[in-house]
Each structure stands twice: as structure tokens, then as C-alpha cells.
């Protein structure tokens, strides 16, 4: 029996992560911190059996080829290789949100997929190791793989980039509340923006003060400190941002319902509120604040022209999975 199952949770980045220093094994240009979101998450099968002689992937049920496929099967081969299995696999994944629309899919899925393939391939690798391998498939899921609070050490090379906990889920109740203005998928894909994040002017000042950011982040969340972490939250969006309207193709993921958002974070700040927002590659904002002012920021962005609905996660737990059982993969 070689297979078993990965759930993972999607993480919010609270500093970015845009561009790579190599584009292949995703060692990113700068460090970035995140938090893991509960509530949402990726469940993946992975099931080696000699009967498939290739890979197959199933999206909700729909069976995908092309890109998608071959960054699966990339990195089932370094699993295979470690493991010394020679069987390809069925993978099954489901999620509970919308897909590749800025709520890091493929965060979830690529860690969903690192720790239900190295389960099935009875591969027992330190945490460390696992967020190595699921940043081979898409950079942000090395940041799924640990629970929590998370920050990526950029790294040099394959063995010093990867994800580790900075605090624990339980560390702080802030809540992200998702506000969906768009369930289409974008059409730039994160890799390809990665890939023209040089070619902006603004991507080296961005670089430059990494470090600065990274530090206040860092700090704000280890005092639990919301107006710290809301300045440097916003400022580090906004540059990513930046860099993306500059690059060349110059790309947008914002649309109009995003900056009525970023609008009404900005009112319901000045009338008092803790809040803040940040936006990933994609239309959708996250609007992060402390556990008792989620109901009233929900409903407040619920009422904006062209959010369709809101969505509520807390502070997240690490990626984990169970080895399948017999009658799992018949009623599969
Ligand atoms: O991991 P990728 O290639 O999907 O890139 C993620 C990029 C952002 O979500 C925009 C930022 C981040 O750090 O998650």
C-alpha cells in the first residue's frame, strides 16, 4: 500500500515573497513571513500503484494536464528518487476556497502534496526537509509546511531555503477576513510574475529594505504589536505591488472592487478600528485584525459594490497526513 492523504492549509504572506534568485529551485530574492489560515485547506491523495503508467492528476475531480501536471510530476520525481520507488501515481485534490485567485492555492497544494507523497512513499523527513520539497513545487507552500506564524529564510542554495515556525497558531487571535471580488482565475500566474519581477526598476529598493521589513514583522508578532504590524504590513504590499505594475510586461491584479476595499480598511481605520489590509497576486484582499473586530469588519466589507462574499480564517496549524487505508483508495 503506497498511498495517503495531505491536508494543508493556504498561508497569507505578511511580507512578500516576488522574484527568485533562481528560478528553478525558487531560492526567492528575499526572505517573507506569513500566516497559516484554518478554516481553509487542500486535501490531496496521492496513491502509487503499479497500474498507472504515468501520472494523474484530478483536480475536484476533473483530470488536469499540461503546466499543472508536469510541476506535480517534477515533484513526485524527487520523491521517487529519494524514496527508490519506481510506481507512478493517481493524486486526488480537493479544496475548500476558490482556486488561483490570490488565496495561495498553491501554497496548500504543493504542501497538501509534499507530505502526502512522502507518506505514501514511507519517506519520513524532518520538517525542515519537507519545506525544502514543497518549495521545489511552488516558493510559498515552504511556508505551509510548518504551523503557525512562518518565516522563510531566503537561503543560498536548495539546503538553506525553507520555512520554520516563528510563532505558534495559538500565539495571537488575529483574524484574515477574505474578501472575494473575483473568482476567476488570474491571468498572469505567480511564476510568471516571479520571472518579470527583475525587469521593474523598484525590484532592488524592495530587496534592499527586506531585511528592515522583515525585522519589524518579526518583532510586532512576537509582542503581538497590531499597529507595528498593520505599517509594515501595508507597506510591503504596496511595494509588491509596486514592482508589479512595473515590471515589463507591466501586470495588474487589482480590479475596481479591490480599491473600494483598500478604501474602506482605510475609513474604518480612521474611525478607530485595528485593521489592515494585503493583497497577494490576485483581485482578492485579505483584511487582517485582532479576533474582536472581525464580525463588525465583515459586515462592513460585505456591504461594498462587487464583493461577492467574506471569508473568515484564524491563525492556521502545520501540514499534516495520514497513510490511506485499503477501503479509502476503493471508494476512491
Ligand atoms: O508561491 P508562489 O509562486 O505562488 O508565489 C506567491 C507570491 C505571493 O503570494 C504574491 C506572495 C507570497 O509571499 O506568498
Known amino acids: 500500500m503506497f498511498s495517503a492523504t495531505g491536508f494543508s492549509h493556504p498561508n497569507i504572506a505578511l511580507i512578500k515573497y516576488w522574484g527568485n534568485r533562481d528560478n528553478r529551485l525558487r531560492i526567492p530574492s528575499n526572505g517573507s513571513i506569513s500566516m497559516n489560515l484554518d478554516g481553509l485547506y487542500t486535501r490531496t491523495q496521492v496513491w502509487f500503484d503499479s497500474q498507472f503508467d504515468h501520472d494523474e492528476l484530478f483536480l475536484e475531480g476533473h483530470q488536469v494536464s499540461g503546466t499543472a501536471q508536469n510541476r506535480v510530476s517534477a515533484l513526485l520525481d524527487r520523491v521517487r528518487d529519494m524514496a527508490g520507488l519506481a510506481l507512478y501515481a493517481n493524486i486526488q485534490s480537493h479544496n475548500n476556497f476558490p482556486t488561483g485567485t ?3 492555492s498553491s501554497a496548500s497544494a504543493f504542501a497538501a502534496l509534499t507530505v502526502a507523497a512522502c507518506c505514501a512513499a514511507r519517506l519520513e523527513l524532518s520538517q525542515r526537509d519537507l519545506s525544502r520539497l514543497a518549495r521545489t513545487g511552488s516558493g510559498s507552500a515552504c511556508r505551509s509546511i510548518p504551523g503557525g ?3 522563510w529564510q531566503p537561503g543560498d542554495d536548495d539546503e538553506t531555503s525553507y520555512g520554520f515556525t516563528i510563532a505558534p497558531a495559538s500565539h495571537w487571535e488575529l483574524v484574515d477576513c477574505i474578501v472575494i471580488v473575483s473568482q476567476d482565475p488570474k491571468h498572469t500566474s505567480s511564476e510568471d510574475g516571479h520571472a518579470l519581477a527583475e525587469s521593474s526598476p523598484l525590484q532592488n529598493t524592495r530587496i534592499a529594505d527586506a531585511p528592515g ?16 504590524l498593520a505599517k509594515v504590513v501595508e507597506l510591503d504590499s504596496n511595494l509588491m505591488h509596486a514592482v508589479v505594475m512595473t515590471s515589463n510586461p ?13 478604501q474602506a480598511v482605510k475609513e474604518i481605520r480612521t474611525q478607530g478600528t485595528a485593521v489592515c489590509y494585503t493583497i497577494d497576486a490576485g483581485p482578492n484582499v485579505h483584511v487582517i ?9 465583515s459586515a462592513q466589507l460585505n456591504q461594498i459594490h462587487g464583493v461577492q462574499k467574506v471569508l473568515t480564517a484564524h491563525p492556521g496549524g502545520k501540514a499534516r497526513c495520514i497513510i490511506d487505508e485499503d477501503e479509502n483508495i476503493a471508494s476512491k
Do not use: H, S
Not at 250 to 259: I, K, N
Open 102 to 104: 490570490g488565496i495561495a
Open 149 to 151: 506564524f512562518v518565516e
Open 213 to 228: 521589513r522583515l525585522d519589524i514583522c518579526r518583532r510586532a508578532i512576537k509582542m503581538r504589536d497590531f499597529d507595528a
Open 250 to 262: 507591466p501586470l495588474l491584479y487589482w480590479q475596481p472592487a479591490t480599491l473600494a476595499v483598500i
Open 289 to 297: 485584525c485582532p479576533k474582536e473586530n472581525a464580525d463588525y469588519i
